[in-house]
């Protein structure tokens, strides 16, 4: 089914709709923002009024069921992405769904199958895929401008935010039965998409994961070895407890390298025996936005545009579980 323009519905008002997604889908061309819910009702209708959006309920069934919702962007934690994509996909909606894509690989494959047999596009929140800054390391790579690939190693440590630490109000993160996980889930899963993106399908994985800080009881070491279906090999080293922020991956081939962020502004580098050449990207007001674009395109335009679906996402989790060995 095509669209004129995609009425969106938004089951989750919270943080991250403020303005990394929310605004986005009021400013692109045939979309338009016609209804947030929230638990809350007084939080709900706060947003709607801050945003200038006409509807507001505190009861997800109610906007997943208005006539005047075209499309469902699911923008709660992961522990209640499958029952809100079920019940979009059973009412005959597309499904927009925050990353990671819900708590395991079953779960994952749940809201996929459903999805297929409603006849409704499912699509996840991986928005970088849609960015120019990865988009160019997706041109180098197809030009081969570092050879052929060999390996992708991944180093990404940060210190223990002090929210982590009160172990009487642990934010959801940090909670198994609502994430997952630890923040391996939460932020990992951003890189190992990525990756996907860039080199391909990961075709196994093996790891470790640890608690050794004791702040909470998830995971908050892991450590991981990949291999693509292309043969690429992987490593990553994720902490979440060290004494400074580093986040840094490097793609090595035979001619040369290319490092970069998964979530910093600094430039994408190219190191070759020429010499080096460097790429810098300002980061989108609303970092949906490119993504968000290509969803409304392909709903209302027909053909496959957007490059992160519920194949896509439910990879990345199987490569998480099989990592920490769930």
Known sequence: MKYEKVRWGIIGCGDVTEK?????????????????????????????????????????????????????????????????????????KPVYVEKPMARNTEECNGMVTACKEAGVPLYLAYYRRAQERFLKIKELLAQKAVGDVRFVSTTQYQKAGNDVKDSENLPWRVQPEIAGGGLFFDLASHTLDILDFLLGPIQEAKG???????????????????????????????????????????????????????????????????????????????????????????????????????????????????????
């Not at 979309?31 to 947030?36: G, N």
């Not at 005047?68 to 809100?84: L, Q």
Request: aromatic content about 10%.
């Open 208 to 326: 470790f994961s640890s608690n050794q800080a004791g702040y909470y009881e998830a995971e908050d070491i892991v450590t991981g070895t990949y291999q693509f279906q292309s043969g690429v090999h992987g490593i990553g080293k994720w902490c979440f407890t060290a004494f400074e922020d580093v986040d840094m991956n490097e793609i090595i081939g035979s001619e040369g390298k290319i490092s970069f962020s998964t979530f910093g502004d600094d430039p994408v580098i190219l190191t070759t025996h020429e010499g080096q050449q460097q790429w810098s990207f300002e980061r989108p007001e609303h970092v949906h936005q490119p993504l968000v674009t290509t969803i409304v395109k392909e709903l209302t335009e027909g053909g496959n545009w957007c490059p992160s679906t519920g194949e896509s996402g439910a990879r990345t989790n199987r490569v998480m579980d099989e990592i920490v060995g769930k």
């Open 20 to 92: 990394k997604s929310g605004p986005a889908f009021q400013k692109i061309d045939n979309s338009e923002l016609v209804a947030v819910m929230r638990r809350t009702g007084e939080l709900a209708r706060d947003y709607a009024e801050r945003h200038g959006v006409p509807k507001w309920y505190d009861d997800a069934d109610a906007l997943i069921n208005d006539p005047e919702v075209d499309a469902v962007y699911i923008a709660t934690p992961p522990g209640s992405h499958k029952e809100y994509t079920l019940k979009a996909a059973a009412a005959g």
